[in-house]
């Protein structure tokens, strides 16, 4: 059974930083696609990043792509998503998801953790 369980969500100021961890299990190898997404109250899901876990290959999107960084640490079956200077627009639910091809479509994922609530006070 695939698992996915983020942290590390909290409360930060506008301009702070803060550093989402996935812990994945039960995933039969490393040809998978991890991806980032957030919901805010009111607004559709969108995709934040996503990172291929069998060859690092990362993917942005343009609000973010100067200030958030996802990497992966195949060893612990972890991905991070280390978010600096966050803005209030940036508050919102984020989820780590798997799935098999590289983007930032959240139907191109099959799997999904429970979320971590991010808020940024101004």
């Known amino acids: 059974e695939v698992q996915l369980v983020e942290s590390g969500g909290g409360l930060v100021q506008t301009g702070g930083s803060l550093r989402l961890s996935c812990a994945v299990s039960?995933?039969?190898?490393?040809?998978?696609?991890i991806g980032w997404f957030r919901q805010a109250p009111g607004q559709e899901r969108e995709g934040v990043s996503c990172?291929?876990?069998?060859?690092?290959?990362?993917w942005y999107a343009d609000d973010v792509k100067a200030r958030f960084t996802t990497s992966s640490d195949n060893g612990k079956n972890t991905v991070y998503l280390q978010m600096n200077n966050l803005k209030p627009q940036d508050a919102a639910v984020y989820y780590c998801?798997?799935?098999?091809?590289?983007?930032?479509?959240?139907?191109?994922?099959?799997?999904w953790g429970q979320g971590t609530q991010v808020t940024v006070s101004s």
């Open positions: 990172i291929s876990l069998s060859d690092g290959d990362t």
């Open positions: 039960g995933l039969s190898d490393d040809d998978y696609m």
């Open positions: 998801a798997a799935g098999f091809h590289f983007g930032l479509d959240d139907l191109l994922y099959n799997y």
